[in-house]
């Protein structure tokens, strides 16, 4: 008798998922184009990935989902791919699933899915600058045959001195 309670009960979900879907759409139907704002921010502004989703759009529709169901406590995605979902899932304070057959894909959301130490993170990158900007040695930290053929001397000068802050 559960299941046919949970069966009714997802088809009502379902439904009026459509429905609030398709008003949207009614009332402005260029909505779901997220024309102008597809903009990345956060971890979305990581890289950049063939195919990307809009993650407006997805933190959009997660929000619509969990207003009609408010019992969710977490997102599946089977193909993760740059881990727009996930993200989206996340800031959202919701728990996140998912796979991917490519595995720069699993990788990119590993780095995606944090900790993320902002304050921490913008210190270092200050300390970072700070370190190349005062560093005047012109040694080369690389050496391999025909290095000049791929970079100019400025640019493993340069190279050189981010090596060096890293370290």
Known sequence: MKNITMTFN?????????????SYSEKNKDYWSFRGKAVRE???AYLQYPAMMVPRMQ????RIV???????????????GSGTVMTEAIL?????????INP????ICRAK???WFAKS????????????DSDKKEQLEADFPNLFKWFRKDAAVELSKIKRGIR
């Open 10 to 22: 997802t088809r009502n979900i379902d439904d009026k998922l459509r429905h609030c879907l398709l």
């Open 42 to 44: 956060h971890a979305h």
């Open 59 to 62: 933190g959009e529709l997660i």
């Open 66 to 80: 969990r207003e009609l169901n408010p019992g969710i406590k977490s997102v599946y995605d089977p193909f993760v």
């Open 92 to 100: 959202q304070g919701l728990n996140f699933y998912g796979q991917d």
């Open 104 to 107: 720069l894909a699993v990788l």
């Open 113 to 115: 899915k944090g900790p």
């Open 121 to 132: 993170l913008k210190e270092k990158i200050n300390g970072l600058f700070e370190s190349i």
